[in-house]
């Protein structure tokens, strides 16, 4: 599907995305999806974006991605700057995961044009810190088989381990103790991440726990909407706190900017690059670190990521590492650090269009 804005055409790309291992997290597990990906083309000139659908991200499927944005390609665009179809896009209410798609691929084209690679037009250095590789929640059994398969053969050194088992805390205790017995062998950093699967109480003392068992922090340990416990979970904190889902937008971080260490933002949950760079400078502002992750995204979007990643504290962008195959070619493990392809705009592109 594509339509043309004056100059500019815009293409749809509907594309199954496969993973070798399905994620699970307290919310449920992740499998198989559809991503939408955009081309915009301008001057001769392509620029490649992706919007991986989700609930939480208010679009749900890839048909209401594209429905989004067709609404919003049809308001005359072309000639607007990428701020001012941001400000568009938000008058709509067009969801964060629908226009992130086409920030990114807005970015990567205005940087071609340019001539020069993404984090250069923004004046930001080349990622320097090692991405985490990711753990869902599983059982012991199953964590002792997974961990060989995903550091034997790479140069991955820290390992996020989503905790928040439905099973409770006691689950938890068990993943995460054979965790520890089973990365004696490779030298791994241990992070853990409970995407709000603990109440207070359990937070707490998960954290108590945690600081005791080689892990450098704690993300999101309170569910989403419950951010005045926050305060409670700060006071005495044996761990830094880092928030995800409770920090959507920039101006949401000055809220409880004085209970956390850190906020963890995602393009497709803010909406793209232009409100990443918010969220990192607002940050930065209030004297707080910073964390980048993904969901489930090729390295298309990875790429992106990883071209403003270069002033981030903590890296999580490993979603493309467990796709088969990876539908775009891009951003690659480079001595444990995710590095965008030396190249005009992010690097990436969608290897076979349709």
Same mark, same amino acid.
């Given at each position: 599907?594509y339509?043309?804005?004056?100059k500019?055409k815009i293409? #749809?790309h509907?594309i199954?995305i496969k993973?070798?291992?399905?994620l699970?997290?307290?919310?449920g597990v992740h499998?198989d ?5 955009i081309?915009?083309?301008k001057?001769?000139? +392509?620029?490649w974006?992706e ?7 208010g679009?749900q499927t890839p048909?209401i +991605? ?5 609404k919003?390609i049809q308001t005359?665009?072309?000639n607007?700057s ?7 896009a ?7 995961c629908?226009?992130?798609?086409l920030?990114?691929? !807005?970015?990567d084209?205005k940087a /071609?044009k ?5 984090y ?5 250095p080349l ?5 985490s590789?990711?753990?869902g929640?599983?059982s012991p059994k199953?964590?002792k088989e997974?961990i060989p398969?995903l550091?034997e053969?790479g140069s991955?050194?820290f390992l996020? +381990? ?8 006691e689950a ?7 965790v !520890?017995e ?6 791994i ?8 699967g603990?109440?207070l ?5 998960m954290?108590?726990w945690?600081?005791k068992? /080689?892990?450098?922090?704690v ?6 909407g419950m951010?005045?416990n926050?305060k409670?979970l700060y006071?005495?904190r044996l761990l830094p706190?880092?928030v995800?889902e409770s920090c959507?937008?920039s101006n949401?971080?000055i809220?409880y900017?004085?209970?956390?260490d850190? +906020?963890?933002l995602?393009l497709?949950k803010?909406g793209?690059?232009?409100e ?6 607002t940050?930065?502002?209030?004297g !707080?670190?910073?964390?980048i992750?993904?969901?489930?995204e ?6 992106a990521?990883?071209s403003?990643?270069?002033?981030i504290?903590h890296i ?5 590492y467990?796709? /088969?195959?990876?539908?775009a ?9 995710t590095m965008p ?7 990436? #592109?969608?290897?076979n269009e349709?």
């Amino acid at each position: 599907m594509y339509f043309s804005v004056f100059k500019m055409k815009i293409t #749809f790309h509907k594309i199954l995305i496969k993973k070798r291992f399905p994620l699970a997290i307290s919310r449920g597990v992740h499998g198989d999806t559809h991503n939408v990906f955009i081309r915009v083309e301008k001057d001769g000139i +392509v620029g490649w974006g992706e919007s991986a659908p989700g609930k939480n991200e208010g679009a749900q499927t890839p048909e209401i +991605v594209i429905s989004e944005l067709s609404k919003l390609i049809q308001t005359e665009i072309d000639n607007k700057s990428i701020y001012e179809i941001e400000e568009i896009a938000r008058e709509l209410k067009i969801s964060p995961c629908s226009y992130a798609g086409l920030d990114i691929a !807005l970015w990567d084209w205005k940087a /071609k044009k340019a001539k020069t690679p993404l984090y250069n037009l923004l004046g930001l250095p080349l990622p320097k810190i090692m991405t985490s590789i990711t753990l869902g929640i599983m059982s012991p059994k199953s964590v002792k088989e997974r961990i060989p398969l995903l550091f034997e053969s790479g140069s991955a050194k820290f390992l996020k +381990v989503k905790l928040g088992s439905p099973e409770g805390i006691e689950a938890d205790k068990r993943m995460y103790n054979q965790v !520890l017995e089973s990365i004696k062998p490779y030298n791994i950093g241990l992070r853990v991440d409970a995407n709000g699967g603990w109440n207070l109480e359990n937070a707490k003392h998960m954290i108590e726990w945690l600081s005791k068992r /080689k892990c450098d922090y704690v993300e999101q340990p309170l569910p989403e909407g419950m951010e005045k416990n926050l305060k409670t979970l700060y006071e005495n904190r044996l761990l830094p706190i880092f928030v995800d889902e409770s920090c959507r937008y920039s101006n949401d971080i000055i809220n409880y900017s004085n209970w956390i260490d850190g +906020v963890n933002l995602k393009l497709m949950k803010c909406g793209g690059i232009t409100e990443a760079l918010r969220i990192l400078s607002t940050a930065k502002a209030l004297g !707080l670190e910073t964390m980048i992750g993904c969901m489930s995204e090729s390295s298309i979007s990875i790429s992106a990521a990883a071209s403003i990643s270069g002033q981030i504290n903590h890296i999580d962008l490993d979603s493309h590492y467990n796709l /088969k195959p990876d539908p775009a070619s891009g951003a690659k493990m480079i001595d444990g650090i995710t590095m965008p392809r030396i190249a005009p705009g992010h690097g990436a #592109f969608l290897i076979n269009e349709i």
